[in-house]
């Protein structure tokens, strides 16, 4: 079966640093669309960025040039550097896949870790 799983939530202050990885199993890792989300409590969930096979990433506008998407295929994980966090960053962050050769877009992930919180404080 396809499992994700997420690591790397932490309680941290306005303006540090966090690096959140998402182990992949049982999915061809490297064809598929990968995209981390977040969610507040009582808020819809929101993309937070996607990369696709050939490691072009996509960034929600509130995170460009904060965070960076990235993947390793040798290991089947995903990564989500966060930099210059805000209190508003203080969600549930998931990491999601796409079926194996479907398009990359905030739509359609099929599978989902159960999460990891990000608390920042001011």
């Known amino acids: 079966q396809v499992r994700l799983v997420e690591s790397g939530g932490d309680s941290v202050q306005a303006g540090g640093s966090l690096r959140l990885s998402c182990a992949v199993f049982g999915v061809t890792y490297s064809n598929n669309c990968m995209g981390w989300f977040r969610q507040v409590r009582g808020k819809l969930r929101e993309g937070v960025a996607r990369i696709d096979a050939d490691s072009i990433p996509i960034y929600a506008d509130s995170v460009k040039g904060r965070f960076t998407i990235s993947r390793d295929n040798t290991k089947n994980t995903l990564y989500l550097q966060m930099n210059s966090l805000r209190p508003e960053d203080t969600a549930i962050y998931y990491c999601?896949?796409?079926?194996?050769?479907?398009?990359?877009?905030?739509?359609?992930?099929?599978?989902w870790g159960q999460g990891t919180q990000v608390t920042v404080s001011s």
């Open positions: 999601a896949a796409k079926p194996y050769g479907s398009s990359c877009s905030w739509f359609g992930y099929s599978y």
